[in-house]
Nanobody
């Protein structure tokens, strides 16, 4: 069984920073891409940033230059450093990982989400 557990959400003022962390645990053979998505009230879940196992990154246009995704392949973790936060960044943030359970079995896993609220 594989679990993704997020941490680091909270309340921050506009212009502030937060760092989200996600740890994958369980019967993991290897992890392909990892990423962060977010869902604001009344809106669909959308991509924030992804990172491949080799370190290639992709960002949503709205966060480019403000957010930085990173991962530690040895620890099966992925972080999201969020700077210059805006009220429109308020959402539940979800960790995602494409995990191989063995050489041929690939599944898409999600964390339960962590709330980020940007407000004065």
């Amino acid at each position: 069984q594989v679990q993704l557990v997020e941490s680091g959400g909270g309340l921050v003022q506009p212009g502030g920073s937060l760092r989200l962390s996600c740890s994958a645990s369980g019967s993991i053979f290897s992890i392909n891409a990892m990423g962060w998505y977010r869902q604001a009230p009344g809106k669909p879940r959308s991509l924030v940033a992804t990172i491949t196992s080799s370190g290639s990154t992709n960002y949503a246009g709205s966060v480019k230059g403000r957010f930085t995704i990173s991962r530690d392949n040895a620890k099966n973790t992925v972080d999201l450093q969020m700077n210059s936060l805006k009220p429109e960044d308020t959402a539940v943030y979800y960790c995602n990982a494409h995990i191989f359970l063995d050489r041929a079995t690939l599944y898409d896993y999600w964390g339960r989400g962590t709330q980020v609220t940007v407000s004065s």
